[in-house]
């Protein structure tokens, strides 16, 4: 008899503290700490190797950490009950091939326990909202690579989970179908869903996650709100005409360096950029180019995974590939 | 459990295994039919007696339960050293293991739906077989579902073995080990008789201790002994080259030996999901 996981709202969906696996001698996760909230969008970075995939597989009861604690909706990592509330899309998404998509989606609410009379109406709702409707009475082994990542973000939608865990949900998808996914993860998480999205597409994660995690070497390197984790906003301004000495001058809108004839300041919000256009021409400067915002997660995330790697054709780089 | 044995015999139906072997059985069923009554018309225009034909009938009707227990066989290892690793290979079990399944009952439905399945298809091959051969020839062993019943248990112990396997080993390792370990059990009853014949302790020994980790060879024993009619027993019992052939039994298995291949697939199953509990998928 499996037990059904008691759900309470206010408990985070993830919560995990301290969460290591060993495999032999590499530590693919050392000491991963996060929590994720209900209706939240969550963001897993990371390179290749650093630990996505593994931690995925901790939450959902697949592998066994080596040490930890971790809970999901309440329950300890690994509890069966509390796997009739996760939705899961592998990165790895292999379905029955000699199934046809509607009976992959049946036999899924089977399994995670749906009534009989509900499973039929949930696999076709799923179907609807992945674009798979009108191929719901074909064979899955004749479906291509992006419709058996769709058919499998449906399986993970079955049902209306309290927890969606998508591990590179559009790594097959053309980029409608990318567009498509994003609509999906955040009706997930309007409807109270939380989304636990595993991706190293940075322009995916940046578009549709409400916080994010980087990880790196099996280690969060940076985590928190989108705005947070990038980092403040920046002012950079390709100048001639100005030298160190001016720098004073515009130092009211933030503090100023200059490189050649690159003036950057940081922090400064985009609102100032017309008055120190108008500060720099009244000193005399030619101005031909003004960028403001902040950096994009490609750039943080490349500055915070880049660091300790030595750059690429260097010879401790050629060894590790 | 049974969500995942349905599942199994569908794929068996779907994947159009299950066709192929009911048409192979079909075709072998029709030859052995044609063959017999070829046989048994020539022996009765040369003037055999009847109780000749019954004789030379139950011999053909063995040589055909050992080439067919050899293709149930080969279907059980064929059938069962896939069944957990391809499944763990592809991705296809680890988006089922997520949902609230336990690694025991999957693996279980597994072994239950392929069980069902060779089961099945023993029974309906080997009795169509059998009475198709009465039919022509009028001879029908003492008790027709004895030896059929021999034939599935034989190939149940078989695929327990690949099931077991496969959640260690790729799919063809698995089988290759079955199938070797299977024709070495055989060859090791076959010398364990030959060892009794000549009172030969070592020969038994090895076969005894082949019994224990393999017991197939006790199920050929209940094949042969079941389709052997009763005055070739009584006739042949005690004659040496009766004693040392592999297609001659005077009796059906022990019990004992019978009650340790239930124990020994119980098992070898308990090992297969504690083996499968323990791997990392």
């Known amino acids: 008899m499996i037990r059904m996981p008691r759900l309470s709202l206010d408990l985070p969906a993830i919560e995990v503290t301290d969460l290591r696996k060993r495999y032999g001698a590499v530590e693919a996760l050392a000491g991963l700490t996060m929590s994720v909230g209900r209706g939240e969008v969550f963001g897993f970075l990371g390179p290749n190797g650093a630990g996505k995939t593994t931690t995925v597989k901790l939450l959902l009861g697949l592998a066994r950490p080596t040490s930890g604690s971790g809970k999901v909706l309440g329950a300890p990592l690994g509890d069966l009950g509390t796997r009739?509330?996760?939705?899961?899309?592998?990165?790895?998404?292999?379905?029955?091939?000699?199934?046809?998509?509607?009976?992959?989606?049946?036999?899924?609410?089977?399994?995670?326990?749906?009534?009989?009379?509900?499973?039929?109406?949930?696999?076709?709702?799923?179907?609807?909202?992945?674009?798979?409707?009108?191929?719901?009475?074909?064979?899955?082994?004749?479906?291509?690579?992006?419709?058996?990542?769709?058919?499998?973000?449906?399986?993970?939608?079955?049902?209306?989970?309290?927890?969606?865990?998508?591990?590179?949900?559009?790594?097959?998808?053309?980029?409608?179908?990318?567009?498509?996914?994003?609509?999906?993860?955040?009706?997930?998480?309007?409807?109270?869903?939380?989304?636990?999205?595993?991706?190293?597409?940075?322009?995916?994660?940046?578009?549709?996650?409400?916080?994010?995690?980087?990880?790196?070497?099996?280690?969060?390197?940076?985590?928190?709100?989108?705005?947070?984790?990038?980092?403040?906003?920046?002012?950079?301004?390709?100048?001639?005409?100005?030298?160190?000495?001016?720098?004073?001058?515009?130092?009211?809108?933030?503090?100023?360096?200059?490189?050649?004839?690159?003036?950057?300041?940081?922090?400064?919000?985009?609102?100032?950029?017309?008055?120190?256009?108008?500060?720099?021409?009244?000193?005399?400067?030619?101005?031909?180019?003004?960028?403001?915002?902040?950096?994009?997660?490609?750039?943080?995330?490349?500055?915070?995974?880049?660091?300790?790697?030595?750059?690429?054709?260097?010879?401790s780089a050629q060894r590790l590939r | 459990m049974l969500t995942i044995a349905r599942l199994t015999i569908g794929e068996a139906a779907r994947r159009r295994v299950l066709w192929v072997l009911v048409i192979l059985a079909a075709i072998a069923v029709s030859l052995t039919a044609w063959g017999v009554s070829t046989l048994v018309a020539g022996a009765r225009d040369r003037g055999l007696s009847e109780l000749e034909i019954k004789f030379a009938v139950s011999q053909i009707l063995i040589f055909i339960a050992f080439m067919f227990g050899f293709v149930l066989v080969m279907t059980a290892a064929f059938f069962g050293s896939p069944a957990i690793a391809t499944e763990l290979e592809s991705g296809v079990a680890q988006a089922m293991l997520a949902r609230p399944l336990r690694r025991s009952s999957y693996l279980l439905g597994r072994w239950l739906g392929l069980a069902i399945v060779i089961a099945g298809y023993a029974a309906a091959s080997g009795l169509l077989a059998i009475g198709v051969v009465g039919l022509v020839s009028g001879y029908l062993p003492p008790d027709p579902i004895l030896p059929v019943a021999y034939l599935a248990g034989q190939s149940l112990v078989l695929l327990s073995l690949t099931v077991l396997l496969s959640t260690r080993l790729p799919p063809i390792a698995g089988g290759a080990i079955a199938v070797v370990a299977y024709g070495l059990a055989w060859m090791a009853g076959v010398l364990g008789k030959i060892g009794l014949a000549l009172d030969a302790p070592s020969l038994v020994s090895v076969s005894d201790a082949s019994r224990f980790l393999l017991p197939t060879d006790a199920f050929w024993q209940g094949v042969v002994y079941g389709l052997e009619p009763s005055f070739v027993i009584n006739a042949a019992e005690g004659e040496f080259v009766a004693r040392t052939s592999p297609f001659f039994a005077a009796n059906g298995p022990a019990p004992a030996i019978l009650i340790w291949a239930l124990v020994w697939t119980v098992l070898v199953l308990a090992l297969a999901v504690a083996q499968l509990r323990r791997r990392e998928l």
């Open chain 1, 84 to 315: 009739r509330k996760v939705g899961y899309l592998p990165e790895l998404f292999r379905y029955q091939p000699w199934l046809r998509a509607r009976e992959v989606l049946t036999l899924h609410g089977e399994l995670m326990g749906l009534p009989r009379s509900r499973r039929r109406p949930a696999a076709d709702e799923a179907l609807q909202v992945v674009g798979l409707a009108d191929r719901a009475g074909d064979v899955v082994g004749r479906f291509s690579k992006g419709m058996q990542q769709r058919l499998g973000l449906g399986a993970a939608l079955l049902g209306e989970p309290a927890l969606v865990v998508l591990d590179e949900p559009t790594s097959a998808l053309d980029p409608v179908g990318r567009v498509d996914v994003r609509g999906i993860v955040r009706s997930a998480a309007d409807r109270g869903a939380a989304v636990f999205l595993n991706s190293h597409l940075l322009s995916e994660v940046e578009q549709v996650c409400d916080r994010v995690a980087i990880l790196d070497h099996g280690r969060v390197v940076a985590s928190g709100a989108l705005d947070d984790v990038l980092g403040q906003a920046e002012t950079v301004v390709r100048v001639s005409g100005l030298g160190a000495g001016d720098l004073s001058a515009v130092e009211r809108f933030g503090p100023p360096t200059l490189e050649g004839e690159v003036l950057t300041i940081r922090p400064m919000e985009e609102a100032g950029v017309p008055d120190l256009v108008a500060q720099l021409v009244s000193m005399g400067a030619r101005i031909h180019e003004v960028r403001s915002g902040r950096s994009s997660l490609e750039q943080r995330f490349l500055e915070l995974v880049a660091r300790d790697r030595p750059p690429a054709g260097t010879p």
